[in-house]
């Protein structure tokens, strides 16, 4: 399942949370915190692997922070 996210949206990030919950639902033996994710860079636009916590934009080494919250 590869699909794109702008998380600059909100409409794009529940989108992206709730495609996460089913993923989550097929993949109960892996912890969030092994999980990736592709997602457009919100600096550069360009399509970027992330993790569950602090990431680093190989494309325009921007920092940030992943935070994925399941206990909606
Ligand atoms: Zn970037």
Known sequence: MV?????SKPNDIRK???E??????HQKTMG???MT???NCPECG???NVKN???????????F???LDFSL
């Open 46 to 48: 360009t399509l970027i």
């Open 3 to 7: 699909k794109e996210y702008d998380i």
């Open 16 to 18: 992206f949370i709730r």
């Open 32 to 34: 969030i915190n092994q």
């Open 65 to 67: 922070n992943f935070n």
């Open 37 to 39: 994710f592709d997602i």
């Open 53 to 63: 916590g602090l990431n680093r934009y190989s494309s325009c080494n921007e920092q």
């Open 20 to 25: 996460l919950e089913n993923e989550m639902d």
